[in-house]
C-alpha cells in the first residue's frame, strides 16, 4: 500500500521509557475507512503506540503520516484526530452538550453550525434528550457514548480507540461493539482499536495487528491470524490450543507429516514446502478443531486416534473435555454445547482436518518474522 | 452497621471541640458586654460599648481593615505562588519529586520565632534584602520592608505557603490526566487546556487552600508581633495586648468574638460557594 493511498502510516517507530523499550520499530498501515485493532497482552506498547499516534508521547525515532502528510512533530491540537479513552475522560464540570460542543468550539465553529452539529451526534449515539446533563448522571454505557460522540463530532481524520469497552460490563460491551461497528461503518471513519480482548479484536476488525514486547507479531485479517498465525505467541493469544512437539517426518505436495515426539503417533498437515525434512516443529490444534466420532469408527486415517475422556465440563455454549491418546498424552476439546455429552470414562475416537493443523518451527518465530 | 452507629467515632472530636472552643469562647459572651473601668477592672452591669467602639472607632476600624486586607493578599500572594509549585509537584515524574515536596514542608519543621527572625535580619534597613537591592541599583536608599504591610505580607506569604501548596497538589493530583489530554486531543492548545479543563477542576483545592491560608493569616499572632513591632497592630495583636498588657478583657473578649465571628462566617459562605461549585464539577 502506498502512502498516499493509505489512511494512516506508521514507519518505524519507535520508544523506550528508561531501559524499557515499549515499541520497537513499530510499522503499520490503515486504509482509509479501514477498522485496524492493535491486539496484544497489557504492557506489549499497543497504548504507547496510540498515544504516539495521537501525539501526546513523542516518539524516539519514526514517523507518523496522516494521509500522506508527516505529523510527528506536530502539536497534539493540530493533529485534528479523535481519542477514545477507557476511562471515558469526560469533562465533569461540562454538560453533554458542552462535552461534545468542545472540540467545536475549539475550531470556531460558528454558533448556527454547532448547535445542529451537536444534536445530530448525540442522536446518532443515541443520547438525543441528554445533552443538558452532567457526565456523572450517565451510567457507564452513556458515558462511553459521550466520549464517542465527542471524538466523532469534530470529524477527525483518524478516530483512535484506548480499550473503550473494557471498562464496561460483559453485557455492555457485547452492545457497544455491535453499536461501535455500526457507526464505524455508517460513517467510514478509519478507527484504530487497541484492546487485549481477542474476541472483540476478531468481531470488530477489518485486520488484526498482534502485538509483543514492543513489536509487530502478525498483521492479518481475523481468519488469517486465527487461522493461520504467524507465530506460537500469535497461536496461544488468540483462542486456545493444544501444542504438541515434533519433527518433519514427510514434506510435499499433498500435505506435510509430522511425526510427534516421545510417541509412535504422528499428525498430518496442510503443504509446507517452506518446512524441510527433519526440522523441529511445534504443532498447534485448536480446541473446536478436533471432533468426537463414536469408538471404533474408521480406524487407520490420519488425523483419528483412539481417546479416554478423562474430564467434562459443560460451559453453556460448550462441553469442555480433556481426552487421553493411547501413548499418555493429554488434549483439550471444546464440543458444540448442544451435542450429547460424553461421560468421564468413556472411549472415543478424536479426528481433525489436515488443514486445522497449524504448524510453527520451534523456537517459537515464525517464517517472515521482522526480527 | 446501622447509619446511626457511625456518630460515636465524632465523639472524641466533638467533646475536644466543646472543651477547647465552645466553652471558653462561650465564657467570653458575658465578659465582652460587662464596664471596664480603668485602675478597678472588670464592674457588674452590662454595657455594649466595646461592641459600639470597635465597629466605629476608626483606630479599630483600620486594623479590622488591614487584618482582612493581610488576610486577602496573604492569600492570594501564596496562590500565585503556590499554584505552579503545587502544578509541577503534582505532575512531575522525576525521581527528585518527594524531595521537592518534603523541601516545600521543610519550613514547617522550624521554629516559627526563629523563621519570622530570620526574615528580620533579611527586611532590616541594612538587611540582606536591602543591601541586595542597593547593590543593583535598583533602589536609592533603603525600602522600608519591616513593620509595615509588606514586611507582614513577606513574612506570612512564606509562612503559609506549604499549607497551600499542599492542599493544591492533592487536588491537582486528583484530576485525570485523561483529560488534559482529552481536551488536547479535541485541539485545545495547552494552555486552553489548562484554563478550561486543569483550573476549573482544581477550583475546589483553590478554595479549601484558600480559606484555610485566610484564617491562618487573619489570626496568626507570633509573626505580625515580630515583623509588624509594637506599633503596626492587627486584630490578634490587638487582641493579645489588650488581655494582657491592658488588663481590659471586655473590649478583648468582643475583639475575639468579632475575629472568631469573621472565621466563622467565611467557613460558612465558602463551603456555601463551594457546594455550589462542587454541584456543578
Known sequence: MSAAASALTVRRLRKSFGTVVAVDEVSLDAAPGEFLSLLGPSGCGKSTLLRMIAGLVEPDAGQVVLAGEDITRLAVHRRNLGLVFQSYALFPHMTVFENVAFGLRRRSVPAAELGPRVERMLELVRLGPLGARHPRELSGGQQQRVALARALVTEPRVLLLDEPLSNLDALLRDEMRVELKRLQERLRTTMIFVTHDQAEALILSDRVVVMEAGRVEQVGTPEEVYRRPATAFVARFLGRANFLAGTVAESGASGTVVALDGGGLSVVAGPRPDLVLGQSVRVAIRQEAIRLEPAGSEPGRPNHFAATVVFHAFAGQAHH??????????????????????????????????????????????PGEPR | MRAGHGWWL???????????????????????????????????????????????????????????????????????????????????????RNWLTILVVFPLMLNLVVRTFGWIALLAQNGLVNQALQALGMVDGPVKLLFNFAGLLIGLTHIFLPFMVLVLIGAIQNIPRDVEDAARVLGASWGSAFLRITLPLSAPGILSGSILVFVLTISALVTPRLLGGPTYQVMSTLIYDEFLQRLNWPAGSAQSLLLTGMVLALIYFSSRLARRTGARA
Do not use: N
Open chain 1, 321 to 366: 473435555y480433556v481426552v487421553q491418546l493411547a501413548d499418555g498424552r493429554e488434549l483439550e476439546i471444546a464440543a458444540p454445547g448442544a451435542a450429547r455429552p460424553l461421560a468421564r470414562g468413556a472411549a472415543t475416537r478424536i479426528a481433525w482436518s489436515p488443514d486445522d493443523v497449524i504448524l510453527l518451527p520451534a523456537g517459537g518465530a515464525g
Open chain 2, 10 to 96: 465524632l465523639a472524641p472530636a466533638l467533646l475536644l471541640l466543646l472543651v477547647a472552643f465552645v466553652v471558653p469562647v462561650g465564657m467570653m459572651v458575658p465578659t465582652s458586654v460587662r464596664p471596664y473601668v480603668p485602675l478597678v477592672g472588670i464592674t457588674g452591669g452590662f454595657t455594649a460599648r466595646h461592641y459600639v467602639k470597635l465597629l466605629t472607632d476608626s483606630y479599630y476600624l483600620e486594623i479590622i481593615g488591614r487584618t482582612l486586607a493581610l488576610g486577602l493578599t496573604v492569600t492570594c500572594s501564596t496562590l500565585v505562588v503556590g499554584y505552579p509549585l503545587a502544578f509541577f509537584l503534582a505532575r512531575t515524574r522525576s525521581r527528585w
